[in-house]
């Protein structure tokens, strides 16, 4: 199965700071077709996980710009500007490019 | 509106099997895939399962041999049914809307709330 390491685990923050969330896979999510089957999702305390990017880079209805998708192959960033108090949670990638889909670890962003 | 519940039974005996309901709303099983993922408690989600648009299903290999996935469009219910439950399945289960075929773009939109599962006796 496809390994995705996100880094760091934990992320301490100031509200209003720059967050930068790293995963890497062990193998290319680029598929045959062109498309990277890679997306994010914020898993806020106590709830289900919610859509934030697709397609490595492409922001979901609704998602705030402040949120930024980038990379290909085997390395995505997702880098959140200004972090406000309704980002805080559990950020994870999940690739579909391989079967089956798998998850990253996790990276969970907090208040310093 | 789009809506995905998830009902079943919060205890379950050891090796005994699981039963559980995707109940959807706002959308129709037959133009859209619903996923089963579960995430034991502290720990990231695991992809479980899907039924396709077209009665169609995958599985996750680590899975395949205790699990199955069927579905009702009359009721608009979506089941997973897994044998030999042990305690390492133990966590919340969760049904999730998600593309009509594989392809671009491709992602889960909607979620249910999930439900608990405890494995013990």
């Known amino acids: 199965d496809v390994v995705l390491t996100q880094t760091p685990v934990s992320l301490s923050v100031t509200l209003g700071d720059q967050a930068s969330i790293s995963c890497r896979s062990s193998?290319?999510?680029?598929?045959?077709?062109?498309?990277?089957?890679l997306e994010w999702y914020l898993q806020k305390p106590g709830q289900s996980p919610q859509l934030l990017i697709y397609?490595?880079?492409n922001r979901f209805s609704g998602v705030p710009d402040r949120f930024i998708g980038s990379g290909s192959g085997t390395d995505f960033t997702l880098k959140i500007s200004r972090v406000e108090p309704e980002d805080l949670g559990v950020y994870y990638c999940?690739?579909?490019?391989?079967?089956?889909?798998?998850f990253g670890g996790g990276t969970k962003l907090e208040l310093k | 509106q789009v809506q995905l519940k998830e009902s079943g039974p919060g205890l379950v005996q050891p090796s005994e099997t699981l039963s559980l309901t995707c109940t959807v709303s706002?959308?129709?099983?037959?133009?859209?895939?619903v996923s089963w993922v579960r995430q034991p408690s502290g720990k990231g989600p695991e992809w479980m399962g899907r039924?396709?648009?077209?009665?169609?299903?995958a599985y996750n290999s680590a899975l395949k041999s205790r699990l199955s996935i069927s579905r009702d469009t009359s009721k608009n219910q979506v089941f997973l049914k897994m044998n030999s439950l042990q305690t390492d399945d133990t966590g919340t289960y969760y049904c999730?809307?998600?593309?009509?075929?594989?392809?671009?773009?491709?992602?889960?939109?909607?979620w249910g709330q999930g439900v608990m599962v405890t494995v013990s006796s």
């Open positions: 999730t809307r998600g593309p009509t075929y594989y392809g671009p773009p491709y992602y889960f939109d909607y």
């Open positions: 706002g959308f129709s099983l037959t133009s859209y895939s």
């Open positions: 039924m396709w648009y077209d009665g169609d299903t």
């Open positions: 193998q290319s999510l680029e598929y045959s077709d062109g498309y990277t089957y």
């Open positions: 397609g490595v880079s």
């Open positions: 999940f690739q579909a490019t391989h079967d089956p889909p798998t």
